[in-house]
């Protein structure tokens, strides 16, 4: 028995299949061989769902924030329990290394243990009235129930970060994960049912996203809506939220530019971006995705960052010393081919990689490629490329690159590497984005705000701004008798 048929829909307390007997099958990256096959949610079943989400609403939002706060500490220890099993299981189905599969599942425990604290701390304030009978309140409810979508890329964080905050705030929650890898999922709902989080709190459904989505926004049960996913689908998402006026979060795609000034260390520079860069074979949203150097570091940053890349293992991610893995699915390895071949048309030079790798002919692996001299023209300085890929370019003036930087319609993570205070600020405020990292290529914590601006979405994951997505103000007027 696969975990698949172990586990399922969760719908009020109870794992179950899809009543129609429909399913879809989770294909492993390495092999292109599926793993097993999800259940189908079908109308139906999300009709119960919306039953048992209406009904928990009022009962979970009257829980003290105290006991919430307990829970939640409840299931940071079941998780605990479970990183190795969970870890393997991630890894089967993204490819992506054990040890960065393990580091994700601790980084998404982090999200429960941060909001445990948070369910204790939603605070309003009081304002002095006008005149001495009159007391002015502004306190915070519980938006509602909470529909989230979530991708693949980072199966375990992303829907630990919805959850965690809907719980903390006194929202119960349906969840549909990404069918490329919704065993984070399962495992994440497993222990917070072990920790007393009660039947039709949190809800797990599976299967076309385009129906479920549309179905679940359609109902006026649902209050607000969170998606992580591409910018076409938040649009999508926003259009259909707006026939009802829910509350909406939405963390989008990003095309992170990374700025290396003239008095930056180029060859340690090379290295740490050429590790970030990398890392889950590129699939990151605040993966650095545009690389701008100055003119005078350029040759020596480039031939670090290549060397880099060429000397990284790539393989199974279960496998020992792998430290690059598959992409995750068909459809984004062909898209990484085209804005490479796109881009060595218009006069980039393959730096290392640049194809797929002839030793992995089965799965969807493609090369750590980086390229050099990379006109603006090219496609990959417009699009997001979301894999192993990493286009150099070169520049001479401060504002000439930040005009360049800003000039898309992204904004969520940007980097900055330069060992003057002066620039590093001046660029970081510069930077048309939501997140900056200066010498740092590590932006998520459970502590931090995490999301974008313009088309890159709005709201804010994690810290202590992360809760008030999913909580209402409500202002009171008392005028004593």
């Not at 599942?105 to 005149?131: M, N, S, V």
């Amino acid at each position: 028995m696969t975990m698949y048929e172990r586990f399922g829909l969760l719908i009020d307390g109870r794992w179950r299949r899809g009543s129609q007997g429909r399913t879809r099958p989770v294909i492993d990256p390495t092999n292109e061989e599926p793993i097993g096959h999800l259940p189908c949610a079908e109308p139906e079943d999300l009709e119960a769902v919306l039953a048992a989400l209406a009904r928990e609403a009022p009962r979970w939002r009257a829980v003290s924030g105290w006991e919430r706060s307990a829970i939640l500490r409840r299931i940071v220890g079941n998780l605990q329990s479970v990183i190795d099993e969970a870890a393997l299981a991630m890894s089967i189905e993204t490819g992506k290394p054990i040890a960065e599969a393990a580091a994700e599942f601790r980084a998404a425990i982090d999200q429960f243990d941060w909001y445990a604290d948070e369910a204790r701390r939603i605070f309003g304030h009081t304002l002095d009235g006008r005149d001495p009978a009159t007391r002015l309140q502004v306190r915070y409810d519980p938006v509602g129930p909470v529909a989230a979508f979530t991708a693949w890329n980072f199966p375990a964080l992303l829907p630990a970060r919805k959850i965690a905050a809907a719980l903390a705030a006194g929202c119960p929650i349906v969840i549909r994960p990404s069918e490329e890898a919704p065993s984070s999922t399962f495992f994440i709902a497993e222990a917070a049912i072990a920790a007393g989080v009660p039947a039709g709190v949190l809800n797990v459904v599976s299967g076309p996203s385009a129906e479920i989505s549309r179905h679940l926004i359609a109902s006026p049960v649902i209050r607000k809506v969170s998606l992580t996913g591409s910018v076409p689908v938040g649009k999508l998402i926003l259009k259909q939220c707006a026939e009802t006026v829910k509350k909406v979060s939405m963390e989008l795609g990003g095309h992170a530019p990374v700025l290396v000034f003239a008095d930056a260390d180029p060859v340690a520079a090379g290295v740490m971006c050429a590790r970030t860069k990398f890392r889950n074979a590129g699939q990151v949203c605040i993966s650095p995705s545009r690389f701008y150097v100055h003119e005078s570091v350029y040759e020596p940053f480039a031939r670090s960052m290549a060397e880099t890349a060429k000397a990284l293992r790539l393989g199974r991610g279960r496998d020992a010393g792998v430290e690059v893995g598959p992409m995750a699915n068909a459809r984004g390895r062909e898209r990484i081919q085209r804005l490479v071949e796109d881009a060595v048309a218009r006069g980039a030079q393959v730096l290392a990689g640049g194809s797929i790798p002839p030793e992995h002919n089965r799965g969807f692996f493609f090369s750590p490629t980086v390229l050099g001299h990379v006109p603006d023209a090219a496609e990959i300085m417009r699009e997001e490329p979301f894999g192993p890929v990493a286009p150099i370019a070169t520049f001479t003036d401060f504002d000439e690159v930040v005009a360049r930087a800003n000039d898309v319609p992204y904004g969520l993570a940007g980097y900055v590497f330069s060992r003057s205070l002066e620039t590093a600020n001046r660029a970081a405020e510069a930077l048309e984005v939501g997140m900056v990292g200066v010498n740092d290529m590590l932006l998520a914590a459970a502590e931090i705000p995490f999301g974008g601006v313009k088309e890159s979405g709005m709201g804010r994951e994690g810290g202590k701004l992360g809760i008030l997505d999913y909580l209402e103000p409500k202002y009171v007027k008392l005028r004593l008798a």
